[in-house]
């Protein structure tokens, strides 16, 4: 194994459980779909077509080295307008036809796409199911997501109901998995759907959107996203490194990046990549101290920098929970089994710390002069999978006080009744639903924007500022916000100014 090894994509390999997700998304065109709702006065079939387009607009940035759009369209129809997204249709273009579709009105919608006869159920089945050969892979998860709000598709037809359900049966056999969502509060599964969902074998989730976000939400959870995962060794067995577990660790945290925005100029052609070429070998490291410089050779630089650990995790011990919950430094990871490990060491350490509530204190050395860092190994159960949650261990934490030395000091202040009720009525206007779309990054949403209208060929959109807004926030706030300074006695205080840097890289000395 390398030392520099990379992590890798992990949705090619048949035995995660995080398959790469190609899902359908089955629109019903019934005249059920284009009344509208009585909440928000839309119509369920324009909430498809703006919950579509904004999940597609969502996974521009998204890292893959696809092209191809994870997710399909297609209507309830008979006739050529059935497919509105293939898998292999490029991304952009999916964006660009969704976004022209969803700027119609919804009687224009109504008039292209409303179906004016009955549907076949079973044929819209097979139909649905053809669509997933599209994907050349072998291991993926295939779902089909079928939004209606007809609960009688087969209009107590029985030759139609039973075409329908015995095609259904048929979904298992190909490894496809059916959801249905209803943005209708009064449908009835007893009609059709407790039957079809019994034959399958899958029980009745009651699914119900009630509007565009709800159902963007739920087309969200189901595209799984990428991962990264890399084969480490496990060494649990005191000063021996011949005997190790072989290990996989996955991480599913990943910080947002733009990626493909470096291949095309601005005129549009295409850019080289090239890579710098070293022609000089490092022959000597220097460490600059405040009395000058110390040299180290190649060799010197190895061995002090280099450790008796090998690569992976070594154990240290046993311990309780060293971390308390919610401290996070570093994103944490996820350490499963390698399926090539024959032993079963590692599910017996799993199920001693779930026995005794301990985890695993291990070193970790990710490669050969790399730093040492203590990890803790937390076992858990995920999707019927022994695992171990991998967390940074803070240093210094023993220096921490201790809840009974705190609650042990004495109140040097005492407060009103006035004090507290307005420090109450204070933080109750402070406080509002947290939502994690408040808060972005200014300068990445900037360059979003900029990139998007170079990909779709549009204009740049105006970028919505959602930094927080202290006139506002003070108006909000209005006698509460007085009453609060005048009650504790807080001045308008002013921080002192820092004077400016001299531009001047050498300053005047003083004479002698």
Same mark, same amino acid.
């Given at each position: 194994?390398?030392?520099?090894?990379? $992590? #890798?994509?992990?949705?090619?390999?048949?035995? %995660?459980?995080?398959?790469? !997700?190609?899902?359908?998304?089955?629109?019903?065109?019934?005249?059920?779909?284009?009344? +509208?709702?009585?909440?928000?006065?839309?119509?369920?079939?324009?909430?498809?077509?703006?919950? =579509?387009?904004?999940?597609?607009?969502?996974?521009?940035? #998204?890292?893959?080295?696809?092209?191809?759009?994870?997710?399909?369209?297609?209507?309830?129809?008979?006739?050529a307008s059935a497919s509105l997204i293939n898998f292999k249709d490029n991304i952009l273009e999916s964006i660009?036809?969704?976004?022209?579709?969803?700027?119609?009105?919804?009687?224009?919608?109504?008039?292209?796409?409303?179906?004016?006869?009955?549907?076949?159920?079973?044929?819209?089945?097979?139909? =649905?199911?053809?669509?997933?050969?599209?994907?050349?892979? $072998?291991? @993926?998860?295939?779902?089909?997501?079928?939004?209606?709000?007809?609960?009688?598709?087969?209009?107590?037809?029985?030759?139609?109901?039973?075409?329908?359900?015995?095609?259904?049966?048929?979904?298992?056999?190909?490894?496809?998995?059916?959801?249905?969502? %209803?943005?209708?509060?009064?449908?009835?599964? +007893?009609?059709?759907?407790?039957?079809?969902?019994?034959?399958?074998?899958?029980?009745? #989730?009651?699914?119900?959107?009630?509007?565009?976000?709800?159902?963007?939400?739920?087309?969200? !959870?189901?595209?799984?996203?990428?991962?990264?995962?890399?084969?480490?060794?496990?060494?649990?067995?005191?000063?021996?490194? %011949?005997?190790?577990?072989?290990?996989?660790? +996955?991480?599913?945290?990943?910080?947002?990046?733009? @990626?493909?925005?470096? =291949? /095309?100029?601005?005129?549009?052609?295409?850019? +080289?990549?090239?890579?710098?070429?070293?022609?000089?070998?490092?022959?000597?490291?220097?460490?600059?101290?405040?009395?000058?410089?110390?040299?180290? !050779?190649?060799?010197?630089?190895? &061995?002090?920098?280099?450790?008796?650990?090998?690569?992976?995790?070594?154990? /240290?011990?046993? !311990?309780?929970?060293?971390?308390?919950?919610?401290?996070?430094?570093?994103?944490?990871?996820?350490?499963?089994?390698?399926?090539?490990?024959?032993?079963?060491?590692?599910?017996?350490?799993?199920?001693?710390? #779930?026995?005794?509530?301990?985890?695993?204190? =291990?070193?970790?050395?990710?490669?050969?002069?790399?730093?040492?860092?203590?990890? *803790?190994?937390?076992?858990?159960?995920?999707?019927?999978?022994?695992?171990?949650?991998?967390?940074?261990?803070?240093?210094?934490?023993?220096?921490?006080?201790?809840?009974?030395?705190?609650?042990?000091?004495?109140?040097? *202040?005492?407060?009103?009744?006035?004090?507290?009720?307005?420090?109450?009525?204070?933080?109750? *206007?402070?406080?509002?639903?947290?939502?994690?779309?408040?808060?972005?990054?200014?300068?990445?949403?900037?360059?979003? $924007?900029?990139?998007?209208?170079?990909?779709?060929?549009?204009?740049?959109? *105006?970028?919505?500022d959602v930094s927080l807004d202290s006139a506002a926030i003070d108006k909000r706030l209005g006698d509460i916000g007085e009453s609060f300074k005048k009650l504790f006695a807080l001045g308008?205080?002013?921080?002192? &100014?820092?004077?400016?840097?001299?531009?001047?890289?050498?300053?005047?000395?003083?004479? $002698?």
């Open positions: 194994m390398s030392d520099n090894e990379d $992590a #890798v994509d992990a949705s090619a390999g048949s035995n %995660t459980l995080y398959k790469p !997700s190609f899902v359908l998304i089955a629109i019903d065109t019934d005249p059920s779909m284009f009344v +509208k709702n009585e909440s928000d006065g839309n119509i369920p079939f324009k909430d498809c077509i703006s919950a =579509c387009y904004n999940l597609a607009n969502s996974l521009i940035f #998204v890292q893959n080295k696809r092209s191809w759009s994870p997710f399909g369209i297609v209507l309830a129809r008979e006739d660009k036809l969704l976004k022209e579709k969803n700027e119609l009105s919804e009687d224009k919608l109504l008039d292209l796409y409303q179906r004016k006869g009955g549907l076949n159920l079973s044929s819209f089945f097979l139909f =649905c199911k053809k669509k997933f050969k599209e994907v050349n892979s $072998a291991f @993926y998860k295939r779902t089909i997501i079928y939004v209606t709000s007809d609960d009688n598709p087969v209009k107590d037809d029985k030759n139609q109901r039973f075409a329908a359900l015995n095609e259904a049966k048929n979904f298992g056999c190909n490894d496809i998995t059916f959801e249905l969502v %209803t943005m209708s509060h009064n449908f009835d599964y +007893k009609i059709f759907y407790n039957e079809l969902f019994s034959i399958i074998k899958s029980p009745p #989730v009651e699914t119900v959107v009630e509007d565009e976000d709800g159902l963007l939400e739920k087309l969200s !959870s189901l595209i799984v996203r990428r991962f990264y995962q890399r084969r480490l060794l496990f060494f649990p067995f005191l000063n021996d490194q %011949t005997r190790f577990l072989k290990i996989k660790q +996955k991480s599913f945290v990943q910080e947002e990046k733009l @990626y493909n925005n470096a =291949c /095309i100029s601005e005129s549009g052609k295409l850019l +080289k990549k090239v890579s710098k070429v070293v022609n000089d070998v490092i022959e000597t490291y220097n460490l600059r101290h405040a009395d000058g410089t110390i040299e180290f !050779s190649v060799e010197e630089r190895f &061995k002090i920098k280099n450790t008796d650990l090998p690569v992976g995790y070594t154990l /240290i011990q046993v !311990s309780d929970r060293v971390t308390d919950v919610g401290i996070v430094l570093t994103h944490p990871a996820i350490i499963e089994i390698d399926p090539k490990e024959e032993l079963d060491y590692f599910a017996s350490f799993w199920q001693y710390c #779930v026995d005794k509530n301990k985890v695993l204190i =291990c070193f970790r050395k990710l490669k050969k002069l790399d730093k040492i860092c203590f990890v *803790e190994f937390i076992p858990k159960f995920m999707n019927n999978n022994r695992v171990f949650l991998v967390k940074t261990i803070p240093f210094n934490d023993e220096h921490q006080r201790t809840p009974s030395d705190l609650a042990t000091e004495e109140q040097s *202040e005492s407060y009103s009744g006035k004090m507290r009720s307005t420090t109450n009525e204070l933080i109750n *206007e402070l406080t509002f639903d947290y939502d994690p779309k408040m808060f972005t990054n200014p300068s990445l949403t900037k360059k979003k $924007a900029y990139l998007r209208s170079k990909l779709l060929d549009e204009p740049q959109g *105006e970028v919505e308008e205080e002013t921080a002192p &100014k820092r004077k400016a840097p001299s531009t001047a890289r050498g300053s005047k000395k003083k004479k $002698a």
